[in-house]
């Protein structure tokens, strides 16, 4: 089984849609959690931490289920400049990535 | 956030010869810096785990002798792909955590590298 395991792609959403990815993991010692976006031939910047409280910045809200082992994202109000790879990311430590879920947001 | 830069953005290499990548953190010491090779439409691979000082730790599967990593200090992580082949090509990318493993990483703009 893989450390961490993402929602298969790819989401095709129109313009304001709202999306939402998951992401389990397998190590409930696991510590900290990311949401990283990955463009095409460009390397992954971090969008957000993930906090047990679940954080929100903007139209992205993260949240941890400890209990179930996931991490999720969720995208409001879709724009056309959210078309992207996403990947979480799950320190154990050392970090594991979630294969990436590809967002296409059409107009 | 803190930056790490990577150089060559990219390289162009004929069969068997060696590339050299370098990855640096520009405003923050890292002790321990990170190796990743993304195929296209793949996710990133962790390949080795590179620390300041002392051998690096490569991942099951990746050849020590054919990846080769040197931490010389604490701003700077070399990997050279060693006689590379075609097969190699890919997109490398470099990570570096500022606090520690436990922290958000910070990517390098990673090389794209054709061996042809």
């Known amino acids: 089984r893989k450390e961490v395991e993402q929602d298969p792609g790819p989401f095709n959403v129109p313009e304001g849609a709202t999306v939402a990815f998951n992401c389990t993991y397998s190590?409930?010692?696991?510590?900290?959690f990311f949401w990283y976006r990955q463009d095409c031939r460009k390397e992954p910047k971090l969008l957000m931490s993930v906090y047990s409280s679940g954080n929100e910045d903007g139209r992205f809200t993260a949240q941890l289920n400890r209990a179930s082992q996931y991490i999720s994202l969720l995208i409001r109000d879709s724009k056309l400049s959210d078309s992207a790879t996403y990947l979480c990311?799950?320190?154990?430590?050392?970090?594991?990535f979630g294969a990436g879920t590809r967002l296409t947001v059409k107009p | 956030g803190a930056v790490v830069s990577q150089h060559p953005s990219w390289v162009i290499c004929k069969s068997g010869t060696s590339v050299k990548i370098e990855c640096r953190s520009l405003?923050?010491?890292?002790?321990?810096m990170f190796w990743y090779r993304q195929f296209p439409k793949q996710s990133l691979m962790l390949m080795a785990t590179?620390?300041?000082?002392?051998?690096?730790?490569?991942e099951q599967g990746v050849e020590k002798d054919k990846f080769l990593i040197n931490h010389a200090s604490l701003t700077l992580s070399t990997l050279t792909v060693t006689s590379a082949h075609p097969e190699d090509s890919s997109f490398y990318i470099c990570?570096?955590?500022?606090?520690?493993?436990?922290?958000?990483?910070?990517f390098g703009p990673g090389t794209r590298l054709t061996v042809l």
């Open positions: 990311v799950v320190n154990s430590p050392g970090s594991s």
């Open positions: 590179s620390n300041e000082g002392s051998k690096a730790t490569y």
């Open positions: 405003d923050f010491q890292a002790t321990t």
């Open positions: 990570s570096a955590s500022p606090s520690g493993s436990q922290s958000e990483q910070f």
């Open positions: 190590n409930s010692a696991s510590q900290s």
